[in-house]
């Protein structure tokens, strides 16, 4: 491969990991807002998953159909708090790739400058 298709690949992935840290960016700024900590941090994740395991407890919810309900909506809780989880370890990754990077693209653009590269 030459030097200007490393670049081309180098510039791609510089573009991918950049939509990828855009997102953790996007994110952060989100759940920092009082909005969501009241609606979803504390509303959803803390008030909600209390109210689940109470009334996994109540003696009127103990069909088959009420428990496997209770259960999914915990399963919901914990899956959108991976969720977000995995968009910051992926957004910290791309943020290291977007570094890298760019050091490797400014090392081949210099070498196309020196005339090494094809």
Known sequence: MNTSEQIQEVEI???EA???????????RMIHTKDFQLVVDTGYFHDEAIRLVHLKADENMQS???????DNCMLAIGTLKEHFN???LIGNTA????RD?????DEL????L???GA
């Open 13 to 15: 992935t510089l573009a």
């Open 18 to 28: 950049t939509k990828l840290s855009d997102k953790a960016d996007a994110l952060e």
């Open 64 to 70: 088959t159909e009420n428990q496997a309900y209770i």
């Open 86 to 88: 995995k968009v910051r």
């Open 95 to 98: 943020k290291k790739s977007i």
């Open 101 to 105: 990077n760019n050091e490797t693209l």
């Open 109 to 112: 653009r210099e070498e196309v």
């Open 114 to 116: 020196l005339g090494d």
